[in-house]
């Protein structure tokens, strides 16, 4: 008898994670997994290394502006995603069989110009409408040079998360680490090089943000797959899977959207540039913590667009056994750290944030211990209930940031996104509970 094959099975945890090992030894999850947690680790080094040396240059005012302007570039980026990145790894992972190479290519090239448009019309709209963006949504004036920057970075970077999305749908880590490198990487040195010769600044910091990503971006597209000819018959059909499946990730979407915008517009609203630029510091080095959940995420989510519908309990379990004990780790570490490595890497004039980044990082470890629950829907083709989760999290952080934030300032907004990660972790957990026996049931029906 195999009791390592059983959840209530009086083998220690240790040595199912031993055995779990052994039996993945050699094989291709395995190597990719070892590839997605170097490069993004690597990638994650780099950004928060470039984030660090930024704020030290910049100061924590001037940074409350690249806050700003970086609120705007990563909420353009995720207003101009419709999904499409998170549908495409979907219907690229189920298509990429020998057989399928030319639907492959079809489907990956078809989502780029859909993306392509999307960017261009983006840009079109949004730059005139940059000055008015400070004022209306920082309360601030003479903000349009520095937001215009951060529209069109928004729109280069929705094309480098696309190239990328099909790089990950076809299970090509090693290129997707190269992809990252190139753009993380690549902004430290230019930033560390700026300030070394005197002459760094904050429209340096966001042209960087603009030029880097499109190299790594053109790279990819040279790199790609390229159909032979058109076939105007499956660009149809692919068109019709990819927003068949991405609406519902579309509207989770823009209910993340709204609540990861609205934790520097709101906090701008109560607290000064200076109260800002240790909010977003704190938020910035806090993504060190979430690299983790980010790598198991991009690792499982083509795997588990493979899966049938009888292999998801057992997926499950393996996955949890493997994370828990990360997760669970991570925090007591972390908690401890976390002074130390905000004055390490941000410096002594950063340290009033130390308490909101250890509530920011915590909230990013109960949402590592659900990555493997989240992938789920994606197989069940439910992506409704990912959506539904969305949703629960944003209506609970705003509620909180308009009741926290004038309160508690950034702590606030802090604690607003640790209450809403804990209430929708838990309502995707008795999802998941209920929905899995009903999966059961029906397969043992059809067998």
Same mark, same amino acid.
């Given at each position: 008898?195999?009791?390592?094959?059983?959840?209530?099975?009086?083998?220690?945890?240790?040595?199912?994670?031993?055995?779990?090992?052994?039996?993945?030894?050699?094989?291709?999850? %395995?190597?990719?997994?070892?590839?997605?947690? +170097?490069?993004?680790?690597?990638?994650?080094?780099?950004?928060?290394?470039?984030f660090?040396?930024?704020?030290?240059?910049?100061?924590?005012?001037?940074?409350?502006?690249?806050?700003?302007?970086?609120?705007?570039?990563?909420?353009?980026?995720?207003?101009?995603?419709?999904?499409?990145?998170?549908?495409?790894v979907?219907?690229?992972?189920?298509?990429?069989?020998?057989?399928?190479r030319?639907?492959?290519?079809?489907?990956?090239?078809?989502?780029?110009?859909?993306?392509?448009?999307?960017?261009?019309?983006?840009?079109?709209?949004?730059?005139?409408?940059?000055?008015?963006?400070?004022?209306?949504?920082f309360?601030?004036?003479?903000?349009?040079?520095?937001?215009?920057?951060?529209?069109?970075?928004?729109?280069?970077?929705?094309?480098?998360?696309?190239? %990328?999305a099909?790089?990950?749908?076809?299970?090509?880590?090693?290129?997707?680490?190269?992809?990252?490198?190139?753009a993380?990487?690549?902004?430290?040195?230019?930033?560390?090089?700026? +300030?070394?010769?005197?002459?760094?600044?904050l429209?340096?910091?966001?042209?960087?943000?603009?030029?880097?990503?499109?190299?790594?971006?053109?790279?990819?597209?040279?790199?790609l797959?390229?159909?032979?000819?058109?076939?105007?018959?499956?660009?149809?059909?692919?068109?019709?899977?990819?927003?068949?499946?991405?609406?519902?990730?579309?509207?989770?979407?823009?209910?993340?959207?709204?609540?990861?915008?609205?934790?520097?517009i709101?906090?701008?609203?109560?607290?000064?540039?200076?109260?800002?630029?240790?909010?977003?510091?704190?938020?910035?080095?806090?993504?060190?913590?979430?690299?983790?959940?980010?790598?198991?995420?991009?690792?499982?989510l083509?795997?588990?667009?493979?899966?049938?519908?009888?292999?998801?309990?057992?997926?499950?379990?393996r996955?949890?056994?493997?994370?828990a004990?990360?997760?669970?780790?991570g925090?007591?570490?972390?908690?401890?750290?976390?002074?130390?490595?905000m004055?390490?890497?941000?410096?002594?004039?950063?340290?009033?944030?130390?308490?909101?980044?250890?509530?920011i990082?915590?909230?990013?470890?109960?949402?590592?211990?659900?990555?493997?629950?989240?992938?789920?829907?994606?197989?069940?083709?439910?992506?409704?209930?990912?959506?539904?989760?969305?949703?629960?999290?944003?209506?609970?952080?705003?509620?909180?940031?308009?009741?926290?934030?004038?309160?508690?300032?950034?702590?606030?907004?802090?604690?607003?996104? %640790?209450?809403?990660s804990?209430?929708?972790s838990?309502?995707?957990?008795? +999802?998941?509970?209920?929905?899995?026996p009903?999966?059961?049931?029906?397969?043992?029906?059809?067998?």
């Amino acid at each position: 008898m195999k009791l390592v094959d059983y959840p209530c099975s009086p083998v220690p945890i240790w040595t199912r994670l031993l055995t779990l090992c052994a039996r993945t030894r050699g094989s291709k999850l %395995l190597s990719d997994f070892s590839w997605v947690l +170097i490069g993004s680790a690597l990638s994650r080094v780099a950004r928060f290394g470039a984030f660090a040396i930024a704020a030290r240059g910049l100061g924590p005012a001037d940074y409350g502006v690249f806050s700003m302007a970086s609120a705007v570039m990563l909420s353009g980026a995720t207003l101009m995603r419709f999904g499409l990145d998170t549908a495409t790894v979907t219907l690229v992972a189920r298509l990429d069989r020998p057989e399928t190479r030319v639907q492959v290519a079809s489907a990956i090239w078809l989502s780029l110009r859909v993306r392509l448009t999307i960017a261009v019309v983006f840009v079109v709209v949004s730059l005139p409408l940059t000055g008015q963006m400070g004022e209306i949504l920082f309360h601030r004036v003479g903000l349009g040079q520095t937001l215009a920057l951060g529209v069109v970075a928004a729109a280069v970077l929705s094309l480098w998360l696309t190239v %990328l999305a099909a790089f990950q749908g076809l299970r090509k880590f090693k290129t997707y680490l190269w992809l990252n490198l190139l753009a993380d990487l690549g902004i430290l040195l230019v930033i560390a090089f700026a +300030i070394f010769v005197g002459k760094f600044s904050l429209n340096l910091l966001l042209s960087m943000w603009i030029l880097l990503p499109l190299v790594s971006t053109l790279w990819g597209c040279y790199v790609l797959p390229r159909p032979e000819r058109l076939q105007p018959h499956l660009q149809s059909h692919h068109l019709s899977e990819l927003f068949r499946f991405s609406k519902w990730i579309t509207l989770g979407t823009y209910a993340l959207l709204a609540l990861r915008s609205l934790d520097v517009i709101v906090l701008a609203w109560y607290a000064p540039d200076n109260t800002v630029g240790l909010y977003g510091a704190s938020r910035n080095l806090a993504q060190m913590v979430s690299f983790f959940g980010a790598t198991i995420a991009t690792l499982l989510l083509p795997y588990a667009s493979r899966l049938e519908e009888r292999q998801i309990r057992s997926y499950l379990r393996r996955a949890t056994m493997v994370v828990a004990p990360i997760g669970m780790a991570g925090l007591v570490v972390f908690w401890f750290t976390a002074a130390w490595l905000m004055k390490m890497t941000l410096g002594s004039e950063y340290l009033a944030g130390a308490f909101t980044f250890r509530i920011i990082g915590i909230s990013a470890i109960v949402d590592l211990l659900l990555v493997p629950f989240s992938v789920i829907w994606f197989p069940l083709n439910r992506p409704a209930f990912l959506a539904l989760q969305d949703i629960i999290r944003a209506f609970v952080g705003i509620v909180g940031y308009f009741l926290l934030v004038p309160l508690y300032k950034d702590v606030g907004v802090a604690l607003a996104t %640790l209450f809403a990660s804990v209430v929708s972790s838990s309502c995707l957990v008795v +999802i998941v509970t209920c929905a899995i026996p009903k999966v059961d049931k029906r397969y043992s029906r059809s067998v």
